[in-house]
């Protein structure tokens, strides 16, 4: 059998994911989501007599439980304040934030997108990290790690792969919030022990749905953060990509790399092609979630992504 997706046209996505609670937000215009500058603040904090301020005491708190594991609001300020003074004085915190004020665009578009979800906290802040997580929440405050957001050729990504680079725009914080807040609001159960790949896809293909349908964007290459080339590449192989995984019996099979190879990032969707798209497992997933007809925001809530019927009308339509 020919090669299903040609060499030299796949490059792929990366991305992080939520929510079924959200409500469709309607035709009226809605507020922007105001992004705190936590990066600066603590930047501000010149020397120890400088505190600070009292409206980025959540945005402290969380990074703080992030960073060293300090439940939120059991320091006195002076301790909470010398501890941010330490991170900024970081060699992370001096390499990038100079490069964050440099080089990231301004936010106005972003948090008008993320005035769209309209269950998403309103203390959502900036920051500059040292880890590879470019979003981490402590209850309902989201910390954004800015220095993941400077331009696909920003130096500072050089060692990136082409699949990771890609995503590490501007444009993509909006849709990287919004999905780790539906996951936030709505995680894959535990109980489930030993997932089938269909669960776990019909799961990431939930949440893809639901973040398109707040952010009011197309299932297509920004959702899934291909190129126009590999998502044109997956739809006109999708039949045949969904064959390979029942042939191969992968689609009930419980094996966890397996599932990893299937969803999570990565340069190919190596079980179905050396040449298909990674992730290629939550494309497929939302192309089941969608064929269902159902609404995705009632399935996430429902947990409906683990029933196996869940997959019928797709099935059928592939047979076709």
């Known amino acids: 059998m020919a090669a299903l997706f040609p060499r030299g046209r796949v490059m792929v996505c ?5 929510a079924a609670l959200l409500n469709a937000c309607g035709d009226a215009p809605t507020p922007p989501v105001s992004i705190g500058r936590l990066d600066r603040a603590i930047s501000a904090m010149a020397d120890s007599s400088a505190s600070l301020p009292d409206d980025m005491t959540a945005a402290a708190d969380a ?7 300090i439940t939120p609001g059991s320091l006195p300020h002076p301790t909470r304040d010398s501890l941010l003074r330490a991170g900024r004085d970081s060699r992370a915190f001096a390499v990038f934030a100079p490069d964050v004020e440099r080089l990231l665009p301004p936010l106005r578009e972003a948090e ?3 005035g769209l979800i309209d269950s998403l906290p309103a203390r959502i802040y ?3 990290s040292p880890y590879s997580q470019s979003v981490a929440m402590v209850d309902t405050v989201v910390i954004v790690a800015l220095n993941h957001y400077l331009g696909s050729d920003y130096e500072g990504y050089a ?4 699949h990771l680079r890609r995503l590490k725009s501007a444009e993509r914080l909006p849709l990287d919030v919004g999905e780790a ?8 159960p535990d109980s489930v022990a030993a997932p089938t790949l269909l669960q776990l896809m019909a799961y990431e293909g939930t949440v893809l749905a639901c973040l398109a349908d707040q952010l009011h964007i197309a299932d297509g290459e920004q959702l899934m953060g291909w190129t126009p080339e590999e998502w044109s590449e997956a739809v006109a192989h999708e039949k045949e990509a969904w064959h390979r995984i029942v042939a191969r019996e992968l689609l009930f099979s419980d094996d966890e790399v397996v599932a990893l190879r299937m969803i999570d990032p990565a340069p190919a969707s190596v079980d179905v092609s050396p040449d298909a798209p990674g992730r290629l497992g939550r494309f497929i997933g939302l192309k089941i979630i969608r064929a269902s007809g159902r609404d995705p925001a009632s399935i996430l809530a429902s947990g409906a992504y683990l029933d196996r019927t ?3 009308p797709y099935a059928r339509a592939q047979a076709d």
């Open 126 to 128: 900036g920051m500059v």
């Open 14 to 18: 990366a991305s992080m994911a939520i």
């Open 112 to 114: 008008a997108t993320l």
């Open 159 to 162: 060692s990136f792969p082409d």
């Open 63 to 69: 990074w703080l439980y992030i960073t060293r594991g």
């Open 310 to 312: 869940i997959a019928a």
């Open 181 to 188: 807040w539906i996951r936030a609001c709505h995680p894959f």
